[in-house]
């Protein structure tokens, strides 16, 4: 079985990227954003959690 070769381009020309000649799929780049933070997302979670733990003890320990 042959492997499909995708092409993908990455960039653009600027003479079209100046005419308007461009599209931006909103979806797709915040879908992929989404799956990018899923690997972190614990370790930012931990680390706000803690913050605001500083926060609340600064407050009340004065």
């Known amino acids: 079985m ?3 070769i995708t092409i ?3 960039g653009g020309n600027i003479e079209n990227a100046l005419k ?3 599209h ?6 915040l879908s992929e954003a989404w799956q990018q933070t899923l690997k ?6 931990i680390g706000l959690f803690f913050s605001l733990l500083l926060g609340i003890f600064g407050i009340f320990h004065r």
């Open 2 to 4: 042959p492997e499909k």
């Open 40 to 45: 972190s997302r614990l370790s930012i979670n």
């Open 24 to 29: 931006i799929d909103v979806k797709a780049i």
């Open 20 to 22: 308007g000649d461009y």
């Open 8 to 10: 993908v381009q990455v």
